[in-house]
Structures are given as structure tokens and as C-alpha cells.
């Protein structure tokens, strides 16, 4: 019952840009709440990526990038790397939503 | 560094309890909302609750209210999820996480799986 969506899964080679979609609606990202990506590798858990829309936390390469615009949001990686396989989950805040905080259907990244 | 450690977990039977447990360190822990999320096999991530500071203010999602309850206890820096009334549908890893603030958990907890099943 997820109120974002996202493609189920993104491949590409390595070396390569891949994009990853996050589209919500007007009670959430297009009522101006940011998003936040976190990257989930095999068996682990979620980890923070971008938050406030832009942002990278210490540490992450800034291979990772975000942006907003209107009701969506993408996360962009270039120059895909082997160790960028993992799942990754867009996440905001929907004023219609019990607790508030929501997360999107989740993309698989694959590279060839 | 900050750290939260989980615990608890398990099968259960339906309509049983279980209580998880996240032990936290390396920062205040009474100044920052805290949250659990859950993630059923194949699935992607689904918010639970959050409790903020003294844990007056609570909420949860639809899916679990009224049947999980969000606790914390500063003076042990332990966050817990007590679950009655579990459901076949609340099998899945349950994680704790840390509000940074602004609607951002930047960290988390290993995890705990729970297993609903008769």
C-alpha cells in the first residue's frame, strides 16, 4: 500500500548512469516535503543516501545525486559500480498518512 | 559512533505477543525520535511507529494500530515494540531507526525477523 512508486527494477553496466524515479502526488513530495533515499545491500539494512532532496551524507560518494521536481523525485548513479547492486527506497512524509512517514516500492539495481 | 543493537524476535503463533527490543549508544538518545520499520520477505519498507523524546507523542501506522505498542526508556536508552494480536501479515524483519530530524532516519539497526506462523 506503498504511497510511492517506483520501477521494480533498473540494470546497467558498470561505468554507466542509471536513474531511479520516486512519484508520489500533491498530500506528499508535491506538497513540498523532501525526499530521502536510503540504499539497502543484500542482507543488510537500510542505509541513509540522500536526504533533504540533495544531500549526501559523510562518507557517500558523490557518484550518488538527487533531485525533485513537481509530485516526483530521482535518484541518479553514474558511473555505476559492481558494489552499487542493492535495493534502494525513496522516503517522505504524506500529511493524509497515519504517522506521516512513507516509504516507496522499493528498486532493485543490477549491474550487467 | 552510534549504535542500535537489536534483539528479541522469533516465531510465534497467531494471536500471540512478542516484544523486540533496540539498544542505542553513542548519542542522546532521549533528544531523538526513534521509529520501526518492518519489511516483509520480497517486500519493500513499511514505517510502523515513532515515539519522540519522552514518549508522549506516539503514532502508528493503520496496519498495526491498536494492537502494537511503541515504548522507550531513557534511563536504559532502549527503545521496544510490543506486538499482541500478531498476524500472519506481520511476519518480517523489523528494524529500528533514528530520527535525524526533518523526516530523516539516518541510522538503523541490524534487524530482527519475526515469524508468524501456527
Known amino acids: 500500500q506503498s504511497v510511492l512508486t517506483q520501477p521494480p527494477s533498473v540494470s546497467g553496466a558498470p561505468g554507466q548512469r542509471v536513474t531511479i524515479s520516486c512519484t508520489g502526488s500533491g498530500s506528499n513530495i508535491g506538497a513540498g516535503y523532501e525526499v530521502n533515499w536510503y540504499q539497502q545491500l543484500p542482507g543488510t539494512a537500510p542505509k541513509l543516501l540522500i536526504y533533504g532532496n540533495t544531500n549526501r551524507p559523510s562518507g557517500v560518494p558523490d557518484r550518488f545525486s538527487g533531485s525533485k521536481s513537481g509530485t516526483s523525485a530521482s535518484l541518479a548513479i553514474t558511473g555505476l559500480q559492481a558494489e552499487d547492486e542493492a535495493e534502494y527506497h525513496c522516503q517522505s512524509y504524506d500529511s493524509t498518512m497515519s504517522g506521516s512517514y512513507v516509504f516507496g516500492t522499493g528498486t532493485t539495481v543490477t549491474v550487467l | 559512533q552510534v549504535q542500535l543493537v537489536q534483539s528479541g524476535g522469533g516465531v510465534v503463533q497467531p494471536g500471540r505477543s512478542l516484544r523486540l527490543s533496540c539498544l542505542a549508544s553513542g548519542f542522546n538518545f532521549g533528544s531523538k525520535g526513534m521509529h520501526w520499520v518492518r519489511q516483509a520477505p520480497g517486500k519493500g519498507l513499511e514505517w510502523v511507529a515513532v515515539?519522540?523524546?519522552?514518549?508522549?507523542?506516539?503514532d502508528y501506522a493503520d496496519s498495526v494500530k491498536g494492537r502494537f505498542t511503541v515504548s522507550r526508556d531513557n534511563s536504559k536508552n532502549t527503545l521496544y515494540l510490543h506486538m499482541n494480536s500478531l498476524r500472519v501479515e506481520d511476519s518480517a524483519m523489523y528494524f529500528c531507526?533514528?530520527?535525524?530530524?526533518?523526516?530523516?532516519?539516518?541510522?538503523w539497526g541490524q534487524g530482527t525477523l519475526v515469524t508468524v506462523s501456527s
Open positions: 531507526a533514528r530520527d535525524k530530524g526533518d523526516q530523516v532516519l539516518d541510522y
Open positions: 515515539i519522540w523524546y519522552e514518549g508522549i507523542n506516539i
